[in-house]
């Protein structure tokens, strides 16, 4: 089976940065597309960058500028780097991944969650 393990979240104030990481782990042949995204309470969970095994990379209008994803392919590993954070951005933030297993399989994995607060 597939982990997948976020880190780097907390509390932060208005702009200020984050860096969250995500790492899969477990036996798989390789991985399509790993992405973050985030829920606020009251809302639905909304993507905020995706990165095609770092080749190309997707962003939430609300974040460009702001916000940096990549990918570290030896590590399988993917990060946000968030600069510039506002209040809106407080959220838990996801990662996602779909992974091509060993038996040819595409899953599609979540993280449990880390929580991003911006406040002060």
């Known amino acids: 089976q597939v982990q997948l393990v976020e880190s780097g979240g907390g509390l932060v104030q208005p702009g200020g940065s984050l860096r969250l990481s995500c790492a899969a782990s477990g036996s798989f042949r390789s991985i399509n597309v790993m992405g973050w995204y985030r829920q606020a309470p009251g809302d639905q969970r909304e993507l905020v960058a995706t990165s095609t095994s770092g080749a190309s990379t997707n962003y939430a209008d609300s974040v460009k500028g702001r916000f940096t994803i990549s990918i570290d392919n030896a590590k399988n590993t993917v990060y946000l780097q968030m600069n510039d954070l506002k209040p809106e951005d407080t959220a838990v933030y996801f990662c996602?991944?779909?992974?091509?297993?060993?038996?040819?399989?595409?899953?599609?994995?979540w993280g449990k969650g880390t929580l991003v607060t911006v406040f002060s």
């Open positions: 996602n991944a779909n992974i091509r297993l060993r038996t040819f399989r595409w899953e599609d994995y």
